[in-house]
């Protein structure tokens, strides 16, 4: 008979924790380290809006393998802080020589471009192979008007200049105006609608205009419809 005694379930709970602990606390190799830093080389592309708190210098995006997500961090930030988040980069704004800075299952990126510094943190990483998830979530190789040689010549055109224009889908919309600050839905006759609401500054304490339209409506898949921006904002600014 095997005694149930406290010492023996501890002894046997330990040994568990022990096979666990490799699965459950993998962390990148110093080869895995030294590849994700050759994929950051050179100049990259953002697919995603940046924001970042310059007062204490750190990242509001957070980037999984699985998802991106800034607003639960701003949500942390004390009103004050939180007018001190700048949102300078967004997509197809370049990044250079990206340092990394390594942490428990996690990384930052630390760039800059010919402005000023970038900052994101990658999160949840256990294999090379999450990092490069968190890696094309976040970043494009060239612009990303080249990254979809599939998409109508005037969409490619508009991306690149940074416009909208009717016609687009969300995801090519996106890569002008990125995030929208808050999206309605409602229901048109059984069509889908819904309607973006773009940043429309950089920041509180930065009243530069984004130059982006005041709405965007989409029925359906496309894009119909969007409301210009504010007179003297110019258009496609970054």
Same mark, same amino acid.
């Given at each position: 008979?095997?005694?149930?005694?406290?010492?023996?379930?501890?002894?046997?709970? !330990?040994?568990?924790?022990?096979?666990?602990?490799?699965?459950?606390?993998?962390?990148?190799?110093?080869?895995?380290?030294?590849?994700?830093?050759?994929?950051?080389?050179?100049?990259?592309?953002?697919?995603?809006?940046?924001? !970042?708190?310059?007062?204490?210098?750190?990242?509001?995006?957070?980037?999984?393998?699985?998802?991106?997500?800034?607003?639960?961090?701003?949500?942390?930030?004390?009103?004050?802080?939180?007018?001190?988040?700048?949102?300078?980069?967004?997509?197809?704004?370049?990044?250079?020589?990206?340092?990394?800075?390594?942490?428990?299952?996690?990384?930052?990126?630390?760039?800059?471009?010919?402005?000023?510094?970038?900052?994101?943190?990658?999160?949840?990483?256990?294999?090379?192979?999450?990092?490069?998830?968190?890696?094309?979530?976040?970043?494009?190789?060239?612009?990303?008007?080249?990254?979809?040689?599939?998409?109508?010549?005037?969409?490619?055109?508009? =991306?690149?200049?940074?416009?909208?224009?009717?016609?687009?889908?969300?995801?090519?919309?996106?890569?002008?105006?990125?995030?929208?600050?808050?999206?309605?839905?409602?229901?048109?006759?059984?069509?889908?609608?819904?309607?973006?609401?773009?940043?429309?500054?950089?920041?509180?304490?930065?009243? =530069?205009?984004?130059?982006?339209?005041?709405?965007?409506?989409?029925?359906?898949?496309?894009?119909?419809?969007?409301?210009?921006?504010?007179?003297?904002?110019?258009?496609?600014?970054?």
């Amino acid at each position: 008979m095997i005694p149930e005694s406290p010492s023996w379930l501890a002894a046997v709970a !330990c040994a568990l924790w022990l096979l666990a602990a490799p699965a459950l606390h993998a962390q990148l190799s110093p080869a895995d380290r030294r590849a994700a830093k050759e994929m950051v080389a050179g100049t990259l592309y953002l697919r995603l809006d940046v924001p !970042c708190d310059y007062y204490r210098v750190v990242p509001m995006l957070e980037v999984s393998p699985d998802s991106a997500d800034s607003a639960r961090k701003i949500a942390d930030l004390s009103e004050a802080d939180r007018r001190n988040v700048y949102w300078i980069f967004g997509p197809n704004d370049t990044v250079s020589s990206i340092s990394l800075r390594w942490g428990y299952n996690s990384v930052r990126l630390w760039g800059e471009d010919h402005r000023t510094e970038v900052m994101v943190d990658f999160v949840h990483l256990k294999t090379l192979e999450d990092f490069k998830k968190a890696f094309d979530r976040t970043f494009s190789r060239v612009p990303l008007q080249d990254a979809h040689p599939e998409w109508p010549a005037e969409v490619r055109k508009a =991306v690149a200049e940074r416009r909208v224009i009717e016609g687009m889908t969300r995801e090519q919309a996106a890569a002008v105006v990125g995030t929208p600050v808050s999206v309605e839905t409602s229901n048109a006759q059984g069509v889908e609608v819904e309607v973006w609401h773009p940043r429309s500054t950089k920041g509180e304490h930065n009243a =530069v205009s984004t130059g982006f339209p005041a709405s965007l409506r989409f029925q359906g898949s496309k894009l119909v419809m969007n409301e210009p921006a504010p007179p003297g904002a110019p258009a496609g600014a970054k």
